[in-house]
Every structure is written in structure tokens, then in C-alpha cells.
């Protein structure tokens, strides 16, 4: 069992940027692969960006690719996830999950993928 928490989410004016951390307490942090996934209201859930165990992989949708960057502390057991350049358009909530499969190896966007989930993190851009 792995438990998420968000935060570093808040309301920023569009060009800003915000660092969201996800810290994970239970089983061991770096057998995981971690992703960010974000909702928008009446929208779908989407994938944002993920990191496998060692933070020597990631992967990013194509809205982010530029903007956003992925990283990992296994020492502190967080993910982080910074994003720069932000537009109304990434107005969500933004949650962080754990890939078990693979043993955190692989880097993937499909959300059926990941075992556990945090709550989320509100994350509103002003234009």
C-alpha cells in the first residue's frame, strides 16, 4: 500500500510558473514509477507526464513537452512535477500516481496502469 499526498498547487496569472510535489509514505518509494495526471472540469482525466524508478526515463504529453518537467527525490520520497509557461488551458486538478508494474522500470500514460492515487492539487491559471 502507497499513500499520496499533493500539494504546491494555488492560483497563478498565465506565464507563471508552480511546483507541485507528491510525497509517498508506505512501501518502498523507488520500486515505483510515478505519473501526473490532471482533470478539468467536464473533461476527462489526462496524463501529464511520468518518471520511472530512477528518474532516468520520463515521458510528457504533448500539451506540456517544453513547459513541464518531471523529477524525483527516492531519498525524500517525492515526485515533483514543475511547470513553466502556464496557460488557462492547464487549469485542474492535478494528481500524482504509482506504477507497480514493470517494478517502476517502464514509464507509461495509461491511467488503468497506476495502483494508487493521491487526492489532488487545484491548480487555476488566470489569464
Known amino acids: 500500500q502507497v499513500q499520496l499526498v499533493e500539494s504546491g498547487g494555488g492560483l497563478v496569472q498565465a506565464g507563471g510558473s508552480l511546483r507541485l510535489s507528491c510525497a509517498a509514505s508506505g512501501r518502498t518509494f523507488s520500486g515505483y514509477a510515478m505519473g501526473w495526471f490532471r482533470q478539468a472540469p467536464g473533461k476527462e482525466r489526462e496524463f501529464v507526464a511520468a518518471i520511472n524508478w530512477n528518474g532516468h526515463s520520463t515521458m510528457y504529453a504533448d500539451a506540456v513537452k517544453g513547459r513541464f518537467t518531471i523529477s524525483r527525490d527516492n531519498a525524500k520520497n517525492t515526485v515533483y512535477l514543475q511547470m513553466n509557461s502556464l496557460s488557462p488551458e492547464d487549469t485542474a486538478v492535478y494528481c500524482c500516481?504509482?506504477?507497480?508494474?514493470?517494478?517502476?522500470?517502464?514509464?507509461?500514460?495509461?491511467?488503468?496502469?497506476?495502483?494508487?492515487w493521491g487526492h489532488g492539487t487545484q491548480v487555476t491559471v488566470s489569464s
Open positions: 500516481a504509482a506504477d507497480s508494474g514493470s517494478r517502476g522500470l517502464r514509464v507509461r500514460g495509461t491511467s488503468g496502469n497506476y495502483d494508487y
